[in-house]
């Protein structure tokens, strides 16, 4: 499947991606802050210096300047890098799948949303509504263009049109991703007197379930659920937190549940 696509292709859409990811950065850091994510251009957190064009040249100026800021020498995360490094890498192995397609481009548009939506979430326990509902509200919309997976449309509306059976499964996806994810967490509000579930989680459900309808939406939730859980334990233990009160940042791990989907499926 990897060879049908021209390498050519494969390695322009890893280019862009790294061009991407930095922008992608930005937004990681702005739109938790409701600043702007187009002006004013580049600059250091720590001292406030607007950053040139060389030195936001993505992978090399991070390696040039050492992983300091040129004027004030304080240590750029690293978090800057691996965000460019992992878009291009996820853009190359989408388009290595999909080809050059309509359908490259959806998924493409879904791992940049995933990777801004991980580290907002992991930095700041924020996933901002412009992502999630913003982005729940544009996966129905690419679903009269690229179909959504699943039989449950079929099953449901065996005599409609298969455009209306791909937004009929984005639409049914995101109701029974969250739902009941919703009452569970009521229920174990009323029972443990704490927050079961963030409302940022759950909108994050509503995209996933958009984008990938309703079985590839629920193995997201699955893998997202069991990798945090699992690395969550290991994490409190070692780290010594207090379990009760710990706040684990799981849509970072839904957002790996679901970027890893289209990946390993051909949706």
Known sequence: M???????????????????????????????????VVAPRSF???????????????????????????????????????????????????????????????????????????????????LP??????????GVALAFFVPVPGELGSWLSPSVQPVWSSVLNSL???????????????VYSKIRHREGIGLGDLKLLLLLGAFLGVEDGVQALLIGSIAGSVIGVVY??????DAATYWLPLGSFLCVGGAIL??????
């Open 236 to 241: 409190i233990l070692m780290a010594r937190k």
């Open 44 to 126: 250091c957190p720590e001292c406030g210096e607007g950053v040139a064009w060389y030195d936001n040249i993505p992978l090399v100026s991070y390696v040039c300047l050492w992983g300091r800021c040129r004027r004030c020498r304080h240590p750029i995360g690293l978090r800057y890098p691996l965000v460019e490094a992992t878009t291009a890498g996820l853009f190359a192995l989408t388009v290595a799948r999909y080809g050059w397609s309509l359908t490259a481009l959806k998924w493409a548009l879904f791992e940049a949303l995933m990777i801004v939506l991980f580290w907002t979430d992991l930095e700041e326990r924020i």
């Open 2 to 36: 990897l060879l049908e696509t021209p390498t050519i292709l494969i390695a322009a859409a890893g280019v862009f991606g790294l061009l991407l990811g930095s922008f992608l950065n930005v937004c990681v850091y702005r739109i938790p802050r409701d600043l702007s």
């Open 129 to 138: 509504d412009e992502l999630t509902l913003g982005g729940a509200v544009t």
């Open 172 to 186: 049914v996806g995101a109701c029974v991703l969250t739902l009941p994810i919703f009452f569970l967490g009521w």
């Open 262 to 267: 289209p990946l390993v499926h051909r949706l």
